[in-house]
């Protein structure tokens, strides 16, 4: 059985008249964890949208294979269906429906099964006491009066619940302090197992010192102009981005 698990190949996208991503090739195998790292505007967000397949955003060019299958073109529900999850720099807020709600609704429409609500609550329950949240936030409106520390953790509950194949998460670690950070980083450790994948996507290293990962993407002006460990992460902590410009 194939390990590959994500393909991107030639990959170019516009956002209205301007081109973003320039010609992305990515491949990504069960059981890694990737990082997509570059400065603000080069098309981190954009690739992640892409994947998908955002409708503010136009494929020029190019094909993304999941699992074996070509999901270029797919409608994004289809997409999540298939197993990705993608987390939010600014997670939403949804007056009237709480956390559980939103969840047991989402976690449905991606089984297509039934959800045992009280065996459902313990889940949540269990997950959240990992997580360092407050079990109460269970019945709040999902966000609404969040701290962003909070949203960012709700995210990751998310992820946890919903299990999916690969999990991408924008920008997850953006505001967080220390303290938050690691807990968002051992909840990406609770979720890794061999038959899934992560995808960060940041501009910073802060994450990357709670967690271990086995790529790292340099991401400038549209281009992945280098792969390397995690030790390429920490140049660009020393050395900032000005190198690849």
């Known amino acids: 059985m194939s390990k590959n698990m994500l393909e991107i190949k030639d990959l170019h996208v516009n956002a209205g008249e301007k081109e973003i991503l320039k010609g992305i090739n990515l491949k990504i195998n069960k059981g890694e964890i990737h990082v997509i790292m570059g400065p603000n505007g080069s098309g981190k967000t954009t690739t992640a949208n892409a994947i998908l397949n955002n409708p503010a955003y136009t494929k020029i060019n190019g094909s993304i294979e999941f699992d074996g299958e070509d999901i270029t073109n797919l409608k994004t529900d289809e997409i999540a269906r298939k197993g990705i999850f993608m987390s939010f720099?600014?997670?939403?807020e949804i007056p009237g429906v709480s956390v559980t709600n939103f969840l047991k609704y989402a976690k449905n429409k991606i089984t297509g099964e039934p959800v045992k609500i009280f065996a459902f609550k313990e889940e949540l329950k269990k997950y959240m006491e990992e997580l360092n949240m407050n079990p109460k936030n269970m019945e709040r409106s999902l966000n609404v009066g969040f701290s962003g520390g909070e949203k960012k953790k709700n995210e990751?509950?998310?992820?946890?619940?919903?299990n999916p194949k690969l999990a991408?998460?924008?920008?997850?670690?953006?505001?967080?302090d220390v303290d938050a950070i690691k807990t968002v980083s051992k909840g990406i450790e609770m979720f890794k197992n061999e038959n899934n994948a992560v995808l960060i996507i940041t501009h910073n290293t802060k994450i990357l010192h709670s967690l271990k990962v086995d790529y790292v993407h340099v991401l400038v002006d549209g281009k992945i102009i280098t792969t390397g460990s995690q030790e390429l992460a920490e140049i660009i902590e020393e050395n900032g981005y000005s190198q690849y410009k």
Do not use: A, R
């Open 89 to 92: 720099q600014s997670p939403e």
């Open 156 to 162: 990751i509950l998310q992820m946890l619940v919903l």
């Open 168 to 176: 991408i998460l924008d920008e997850t670690d953006s505001g967080l």
